[in-house]
């Protein structure tokens, strides 16, 4: 029983993180740029629910479009200003993991100049609310923000498969230039992936604002959590990023409950070099240069 | 003599007379403070050139090489205190743990290319901060603390002065011969095209890894005489990402795959640190600007300060080594 509850918390989390890492393995697949300052944004969203729920006693759920929009305008001045200029360039892929490197640095910066070190998480009256269905608990909390994860990423599944654009995305990121040949808008396309990627992130945060406690410097532990999910997914894949998730989450819950908490995040990183180790390109992904 | 050396060759002699202004103190007053900041940029330099041999000729920009360091200042701590012997007679074996685990490091990480291996080294900060923190052996999150040296304070800073200007002096000339040999050559093929490297008859895995094991190397032996003059080892001091930006901030403001640049972009970027701190005072506002700094130069000097003088070229003769 106890290894069911476990595993049923673990899956809740493994939701959230899989939302958190859609929009950064959407960004690379569509532009190949591996965005450090996705993890940043997640933290935008946050601050953003959080003063949303302080000041105006929104509930962080209902604030997840406010988010989303925020940090949806912040992606689309750091694309204008920062990733425009050089998109043909031959070494692209690898400018750009410094430049949002720098990006991240910047906006922690800000943040933590703005909004100090300290811990913050909302409190809305679900977050220590429990539901107990015979032996098992479910933290309200988590379970609200695990169902509402899953929701989001199948909405962006099926934007992704069945709308215009949607289609226009994914053929970019299958190939660029024939992607431009049959007529697609290549630019555009890039600025609304990043853009959406970046509402994603937003949404996000609003979700972890409550199920996490967070601080501005927390994201360069989220970039090494999110980045071990995306490479074992196969950089690029969005079911590949879910699955992964769930996976190792629930091995993290585990280990937490088994071992001691503090290596549970120990799972992603172990994962993450075993990976490298095994199958360079990942679980699901195809080969990518 | 060959007039590009004048340059070099005098600032040395200065540099090597320099703290014997100390001895002066009714003439020149006390410098202890302008000597901590020239140390500083040694130790730097030595991170950077040694970045350089991988990450400039090699191609493979690791954003975790502070974790080689950290291994260095665990290694020299612990038997330090354990064998009760000054840290300064272990740099040696501090750089060979770390090469050791450069090694293995390399091995694995090393397979991939571009990103991965960007946010493979990222991870590896993270896994020794885990394990760092909970490793009770050496002290866990409070670590290790070292004694102070027997120095009285306007000379206590010497020993690490020399100290980090022999590795420096190494570590540059470290950089020089691999830019010259044919070891080197490998090296900067390797990072335009490993599978035309591959056929071209070079053994690609055993240059890769032998360039990651050097570099690491000299961090390590950096990482014993820092972990001497800080007198404490730290988790929290060693493994944070903001070392490790600096470093490869540094390399490519002086432009990356060059000799003098990791020199040029350590000073500079210091003396920038400097003036933040002198007018802003340490808050986090100096992480929005290392971070500015780097998104500014990556957008407009992709070569490097260096590196675009020499394509223009306006490189002075004595930057000019390669």
Not at chain 2, 191 to 212: C, L, M, P, Q, W
Request: aromatic letters at 14%.
């Amino acid at each position: 029983m106890f290894i069911i509850q476990t595993i049923i918390l673990g899956l809740c989390l493994g939701f959230v993180y899989a939302l958190m890492a859609t929009g950064l393995t959407l960004i690379f697949g569509v532009m190949r740029i591996v965005n450090l300052a996705h993890p940043i944004f997640i933290l935008v969203g946050a601050f953003a629910a959080y003063y949303l729920f302080v000041i105006f006693g929104m509930d962080p759920i209902f604030a997840i479009p406010l988010c989303a929009a925020t940090t949806a305008i912040l992606g689309a001045i750091t694309y204008k200003l920062v990733f425009e200029k050089d998109a043909g360039s031959q070494t692209y892929s690898e400018m750009t993991v410094l430049l949002t490197f720098g990006t991240a640095m910047v906006l922690d910066g800000t943040l933590s100049y703005l909004f100090k070190n300290t811990q913050r998480i909302t409190s809305p009256p679900y977050a220590t609310d429990a539901i107990f269905i015979g032996d098992i608990f479910l933290p309200t909390a988590q379970l609200y923000s695990g169902l509402i994860s899953i929701a989001l990423i199948v909405g962006l599944g099926l934007f992704l498969k069945f709308s215009k654009l949607g289609i226009a995305i994914r053929a970019t990121s299958l190939s660029r230039v024939n992607a431009e040949l049959v007529g697609i808008d290549v630019k555009f396309v890039c600025i609304f992936s990043f853009v959406l990627g970046c509402a994603l992130a937003g949404a996000a945060g609003s979700l972890v604002s409550f199920v996490f406690s967070f601080f501005p410097a927390k994201h360069w532990e989220w970039i090494a959590i999110l980045m071990s999910l995306v490479v074992l997914g196969g950089m690029g894949s969005i079911l590949g990023v879910v699955i992964s998730a769930a996976i190792l989450s629930v091995m993290a819950s585990l280990v937490g409950a088994f071992i001691a908490p503090a290596w549970s995040t120990m799972v992603f990183f172990v994962a993450l070099f075993v990976m490298l180790l095994v199958k360079p390109h990942g679980m699901f992904g195809k080969y990518l240069e | 003599m060959d007039s590009r050396k004048i340059i070099p060759i005098t600032t040395l002699v200065i540099l090597l007379f320099f703290p014997l202004i100390q001895f002066f103190p009714s003439v020149f007053g006390d410098q202890n403070y302008v000597i901590h900041l020239m140390l500083y940029a040694f130790y730097y330099m030595v991170m950077t050139s040694s970045w350089n041999i991988i990450g400039g000729y090699g191609g493979f920009i690791s954003v975790g090489h502070n974790a080689f360091l950290c291994i260095g200042a665990y290694i020299a701590g612990y038997y330090s205190i354990m064998w009760g012997v000054s840290p300064f007679y272990l740099i040696l074996l501090a750089g060979i743990g770390a090469g050791i685990f450069g090694f293995f490091v390399g091995l694995i990480t090393l397979r991939v290319k571009g990103p991965s291996f960007i946010i493979s080294s990222i991870a590896l900060i993270m896994i020794l901060r885990i394990i760092f923190d909970r490793w009770e052996l050496v002290g866990g999150a409070s670590g290790i603390t070292l004694p102070y040296n027997s120095l009285s304070v306007e000379f206590s800073k010497f020993p690490h002065y020399y100290g980090f200007l022999a590795l420096a002096i190494i570590t540059i000339y470290m950089n020089w011969y691999v830019r010259h040999s044919k070891f080197g050559l490998a090296l900067r093929a390797i990072s335009h095209d490993e599978i035309r490297s591959a056929v071209a008859g070079i053994n690609v895995k055993y240059i890769k890894v032998t360039a990651f094991v050097l570099s690491t190397f000299f961090i390590g032996c950096a990482g014993a005489i820092w972990a001497d003059y800080l007198t404490y080892v730290r988790p929290n001091i060693f493994l944070i990402i903001l070392i490790a930006a600096n470093v490869v901030l540094m390399v490519i403001l002086g432009g990356m795959g060059t000799v003098t640049g990791p020199i040029v972009g350590t000073i500079i970027f210091i003396a920038f640190n400097e003036l933040i701190l002198s007018y802003l005072g340490a808050t986090e506002l100096n992480l929005l600007f290392t971070g500015l700094l780097l998104v500014i130069t990556l957008l407009y000097f992709p070569n490097g300060i260096v590196g675009t003088l020499k394509n223009k070229g306006k490189l002075p003769r004595f930057l000019d080594w390669g």
